[in-house]
């Protein structure tokens, strides 16, 4: 943030000023100066995150994401000395849900859990009395880790395994993803149970394939059909047990560089307006990235400060088969100090 010596200034620096510059940059040049803040962002989610070519739209909202909140934090640390600044913004946000279901899944619990981390360089250049801009170098750090964690039904499994048993492979393959998949979560989640209906739905049809099973069906013995059909049934309900009593999980996390500029102009006395914008990512990390924050600030004191803004950051990355296409907007409010 600008030094307190361009706070309370009167004029904007003119071209035909440059000893008020000088003074200005000599000032800013004496010794370090510091600033730690704690931001509240109320962002809420959108766009498409997906696994192996398969793909969940998003669209939650931040009221509908606060339900879900389970821990949140964030801060920002800058050094400045002259021209050359050091910024460094941190973000962690953890969410949870869990779904009762009726079908073959009797609960399922939902885990979401984001790190984002910033760390810049910047350079002024320009700074006056009424304001400053500086350009910003840097790199942004993302880490998401998702985990779903299945809890089976056996009695749904039992009832279930039976009629599977007597029905088509066209009828399995209709009825199984109904029973799996009930209620969605509203949390930001790729569809991690999607490939494992898949693998379920394989593995009862080859377990019906039973070459006994045929044997004992054509010759019309009652007692022998259902002997095996009770082991068929079993085999089918193990697999449901098993495959339905997992803990699936993603981790994924990368490095994307950026550019930008930052600005600030002091209004008067007590409030200033405040702007940053970033672009980044350029197939190192993600493909591309951009960020936009601007914010209407307040000097409660000569060392206290508040702003009221609005941030948008846009991810859009593609890596090993998983998708993150997202945009998180929304209002932020940041109380900080000045040393």
């Known amino acids: 943030?600008?030094?307190?010596?361009?706070?309370?200034?009167?004029?904007?620096?003119?071209?035909?000023?440059?000893?008020?510059?000088?003074?200005?940059?000599?000032?800013?040049?004496?010794?370090?100066?510091?600033?730690?803040?704690?931001?509240?962002?109320?962002?809420?989610?959108?766009g498409d995150i997906g696994v192996r070519n398969r793909t969940n739209n998003v669209d939650v909202r931040f009221h509908t994401l606060l339900r879900h909140l389970d821990m949140t934090g964030s801060f920002i640390m800058e050094a400045r000395k002259g021209r050359l600044g050091v910024y460094?913004?941190?973000?962690?946000?953890?969410?949870?849900?869990g779904i009762g279901r009726n079908g073959l899944l009797s609960k399922v619990d939902l885990r979401v859990d984001q790190y984002l981390a910033d760390l810049e360089g910047?350079?002024?250049?320009?700074?006056?009395?009424?304001g400053w801009l500086d350009l910003r170098a840097g790199v942004r750090y993302t880490n998401l880790y998702d985990r779903v964690i299945l809890h089976p039904n056996e009695e749904a499994i039992n009832q279930a395994s039976a009629r599977f048993v007597d029905e088509t492979s066209k009828a399995i393959a209709k009825e199984l993803p109904r029973l799996i998949q009930g209620k969605e979560t509203?949390?930001?989640?790729?569809?991690?149970?999607?490939?494992?209906?898949?693998?379920?739905?394989?593995?009862?049809?080859?377990?019906?394939?039973d070459p006994e099973l045929a044997a004992v069906l054509k010759s019309?013995?009652?007692?022998?059909?259902?002997?095996?059909?009770?082991?068929?049934?079993?085999k089918i309900a193990d697999i449901l047990?098993?495959?339905l009593n997992q803990t699936l999980s993603l981790a994924e996390d990368w490095f994307d560089p950026y550019v930008g500029l930052g600005a600030r102009y002091n209004l008067n006395q007590a409030f200033y307006l405040t702007a940053k914008g970033d672009i980044g990512g350029f197939g190192v990390g993600?493909?591309?990235?951009?960020?936009?924050y601007g914010a209407l600030g307040c000097q409660i004191t000569r060392n206290i400060f508040s702003e009221v803004g609005y941030r948008y950051l846009f991810v859009n990355y593609q890596q090993n088969g998983f998708l993150y296409d997202i945009d998180q907007k929304g209002a932020q409010v940041v109380v900080g100090i000045n040393f």
């Open 88 to 97: 460094g913004d941190f973000l962690y946000l953890s969410a949870s849900d």
């Open 241 to 243: 047990k098993s495959k």
């Open 220 to 234: 019309r013995v009652q007692s022998r059909i259902t002997e095996v059909q009770s082991r068929v049934q079993k």
């Open 186 to 209: 509203e949390l930001p989640l790729p569809p991690l149970t999607l490939e494992q209906r898949i693998k379920i739905q394989t593995l009862i049809l080859a377990a019906k394939e």
């Open 122 to 130: 910047n350079y002024r250049l320009v700074e006056g009395r009424r």
């Open 286 to 292: 993600s493909k591309l990235t951009y960020q936009a």
């Open 1 to 46: 943030m600008a030094s307190l010596g361009c706070l309370f200034g009167p004029t904007l620096v003119q071209a035909g000023e440059p000893e008020h510059f000088k003074q200005s940059v000599s000032d800013a040049e004496e010794d370090w100066k510091f600033k730690l803040a704690i931001p509240s962002w109320l962002a809420g989610v959108s």
